[in-house]
């Protein structure tokens, strides 16, 4: 076969045939059985004559044979995204002339024109589409198969554990990296079916841990899924050795949290032309802010600020002839250790935080298809979607534009549609935001408008703002070992009755606070009014409630009542009746923000660990199991309550609150004595 992908499989089924190869959650494939699966498909491929085949199919078993089989019989083999639009997919069948399609229902033949290939040609991955219609990559099979070895080589080898495939087969980075490097190594490849990781954090997360997955390759936006669904959970990944992520720009703190969380991440760049990974950092060789060395392989350069890949294994463009040296349209440097930092872009394609490529200028079209919109500039490299700012006559009203941005997003696949929009004023050559032949000035447009369209994006009302501007603070809470240790049963009796004891010091507080807050709201805050009442009408009794469970618990209440809380509890407390106070008594609202989100989010899960653990009553836990279903409702009168708070000075308190209150109530959790010796009560 000649190939080192081809090969490695040869080796396994004779020396490893026991092995498992894949398992995509419908069936099971061993190293043994694979060259025979692929040699099936080899067969039907040669039977009906193809030349051009398209994979249409899911991630699993069925995906890497037909892939693997196209490759032995020396034809071209098309992935096709999940993501791309039926006018995308139509697009790649001509450009590509596929006659053959590997679908759900087997192979069949289409009727398409032929296209002349350039030699060697055995997988075309058509990009995401920086236009509405995707350009093809050639590339040859045995690169493919460098550039996965040569992944293996720098990463150190083959993994202890599985590989687990959270993106589609059809994203060159998984088909690369992921399954041949998996494949090369003799490794299993978890391939969930449907790729449902790709848009469910909390499926990717189980898949990770229920797999004991190894490696895993992610996109930005799939870590911060990732990440909050471990955050929600505390759930942990202590066997997984390496997860690369790329595929778009990451912030240097999304990995310094990842790494805070246990994840071994570790960052990368890659190129289509190149057959995806270029440059990657290890355990071996990690530099923060770089996106690591070159592969063993890659010669890289950087000329005139841009970075050049002189030899790179594409074939070039559909219809287009083959280049020398790859100049990528990347701004970067590569420092005296070899570790290559990317610093911008030469051109003004956008790349969003899920690794998709597209350009501003096709998703203005669309907008500027809308008669109502006068002028439109797409912005938002590396957010998860784009941005647009646009203008319109005046005698078009506010809902009117809103249904033309609409009408643009439905024409456009999801990826390119915009998460956020905002009206401005008609861009002016006077005023330095259009060239003298009327085209925009992005760069000086964004500089005006960037901000307020990234708070639009952000700010799609106030509680979504409060959430993402907290999530940094209660991730410092759900990291708390005292707080992590009870969310999964390891946990004593006496630190459950002590947390018990903390929770009722500083819950018997709640109502005369609340009342305090009432009673300081200036008059143009009293609409307020009705719910403070309501709270306080809500909140009344549960100190009673947390002395009932101490007592159920085996503790003294009385003597809890009598006692005097720890420090860190005394500062929560007085730092709210300061705040309300002396500050801004609406800022309380950040108090109660902090309680009932955690409640919602661990306390029928805190209360369910323990009690399995401990073996106490349900009598014990009434205040943990009613606030984890009361404060449900809470939160949605909580949600509806302060997205009409619109004052800048009562946001910012209200925002200010929470996140002190979120690092004091950790406090609290690390002053309290943590036995982690359970001593089941029966």
Not at 46 to 74: F, T
Not at 151 to 157: C, F, H, K, Q, R
Not at 237 to 253: Q, T, Y
């Amino acid at each position: 076969m000649n190939d080192p992908v081809l090969d490695a499989i040869v080796q396994h089924c004779r020396e490893r045939p026991h092995a498992v190869a894949v398992r995509d959650g419908r069936r099971v494939i061993r190293y043994g059985e694979l060259p025979r699966t692929i040699d099936d498909r080899l067969r039907q491929l040669r039977q009906c004559g193809a030349r051009v085949l398209a994979i249409e199919l899911d991630n699993g078993i069925d995906w890497i044979a037909w892939d693997l089989a196209a490759a032995a019989a020396g034809i071209a083999c098309v992935p096709m995204p999940p993501f791309f639009s039926p006018s995308q997919r139509t697009h790649v069948h001509g450009a590509a002339g596929v006659d053959a399609v590997a679908s759900p229902s087997g192979l069949s033949r289409t009727c398409n024109d032929r296209v002349t290939l350039a030699p060697g040609t055995r997988k075309i991955t058509f990009t995401s589409g920086t236009t509405g219609a995707p350009r093809g990559v050639c590339l040859p099979f045995d690169g493919l198969g460098r550039v996965a070895a040569s992944v293996l080589e720098t990463i150190g080898g083959a993994p202890a554990g599985p590989h687990f495939s959270a993106m589609p087969f059809a994203v060159l980075l998984e088909n690369v990296a992921g399954v041949y490097s998996a494949l090369i190594a003799g490794a299993t490849i978890e391939a969930p079916a449907r790729a449902a990781c790709w848009t469910d954090p909390d499926t990717l997360l189980r898949g990770l841990a229920d797999t004991g997955a190894a490696t895993v390759i992610l996109v930005p936006e799939l870590l911060r899924g990732l990440m909050a669904a471990m955050q929600r959970t505390g759930v942990r990944l202590p066997r997984l050795e390496f997860a690369a992520v790329g595929g778009a720009r990451v912030d240097p703190s999304l990995l310094a949290a990842a790494r805070r969380l246990g994840l071994p991440i570790y960052e990368g760049y890659g190129l289509s032309e190149c057959g995806s990974v270029v440059a990657l950092n290890t355990p071996a060789a990690d530099s923060a802010g770089t996106v690591g060395r070159p592969l063993p392989h890659v010669d890289l350069a950087v000329v005139d600020g841009e970075i050049v890949v002189r030899n790179p294994i594409g074939l070039g463009y559909l219809g287009e002839p083959r280049c020398g040296a790859l100049r990528t349209g990347d701004l970067g440097a590569i420092d005296a250790a070899g570790f290559v930092t990317v610093t911008g872009r030469l051109r003004n394609v956008l790349i969003t935080s899920y690794g998709r490529n597209l350009s501003p200028e096709w998703v203005e079209a669309a907008l500027l298809a809308q008669p109502a919109v006068g002028q439109a500039v797409v912005l938002g490299d590396g957010w998860p979607r784009p941005g647009a700012l646009v203008t319109a006559p005046d005698v078009v009203d506010d809902d009117a534009l809103a249904r033309a941005v609409a009408a643009a997003n439905e024409s456009l696949p999801d990826y390119a549609r915009l998460g956020a929009w905002l009206r401005v004023p008609v861009f002016k050559t006077a005023a330095g935001l259009l060239t003298g032949t009327g085209r925009p000035r992005r760069e000086a447009i964004a500089a005006r408008y960037l901000d307020e369209l990234e708070c639009t994006m952000m700010r799609t009302s106030f509680y979504e703002l409060l959430v993402k501007t907290t999530a940094e603070a209660r991730r410092e809470l759900y990291a708390v070992r005292q707080l992590a240790d009870g969310l999964n049963g390891r946990i004593s009796r006496e630190t459950y009755l002590a947390y018990l004891a903390e929770a009722y010091h500083h819950v018997r507080h709640t109502v005369p606070l609340l009342m305090s807050m009432g009673a300081r709201l200036p008059d143009d805050r009293q609409w307020l009014q009705e719910a403070v009442i309501e709270y306080i009408n809500e909140e009344k009794g549960h100190e009673q409630w947390i002395l009932h469970d101490i007592e159920a618990a085996g503790g003294d209440a009385a003597a809890v009542q009598a006692g005097t809380p720890l420090l860190p509890t005394q500062v929560l407390v007085a730092y709210n009746h300061d705040y309300i106070a002396r500050r801004n008594p609406v800022g309380f609202l950040g108090m109660v923000f902090m309680l009932e989100s955690t409640s919602t989010e661990i306390a029928t899960r805190g209360a369910t660990s323990i009690q399995g653990a401990l073996g106490l009553p349900d009598d014990a836990f009434s205040y943990l199991y009613s606030h984890g279903s009361l404060d449900q409702e809470h939160m949605k009168f909580f949600r509806s309550l302060v997205d009409r708070i619109t004052d800048p000075d009562d946001q910012r308190a209200i925002i200010e609150v929470a996140c002190n209150t979120f690092h004091l109530f950790a406090d609290v959790f690390r002053a309290i004595d943590s036995d982690t010796e359970v001593r089941h009560v029966a």
